[in-house]
């Protein structure tokens, strides 16, 4: 049974962040931004899931 979900919305296009590629993307340490969010959250005890959100053309 899942009683917690993270549910990361990282749909954006990352206008007001400026560049050519949204914010999610962009490396950080080696890794997207999304990528550490997600690990984050998978990694808590009380998180039985993790789903992203992204926007259709990142698919």
Request: hydrophobic fraction near 45%.
């Amino acid at each position: 049974m899942i009683d917690c979900v993270a549910l990361v919305v990282a749909a954006g296009r990352g206008s007001r962040f400026g560049g050519d590629t949204p914010k999610q993307w962009h490396d950080l340490g080696g890794r997207a931004v999304l990528r550490h969010s997600l690990a984050a959250f998978a990694a808590h005890p009380q998180v039985d899931a993790v789903l992203a959100v992204i926007h259709p053309d990142d698919r």
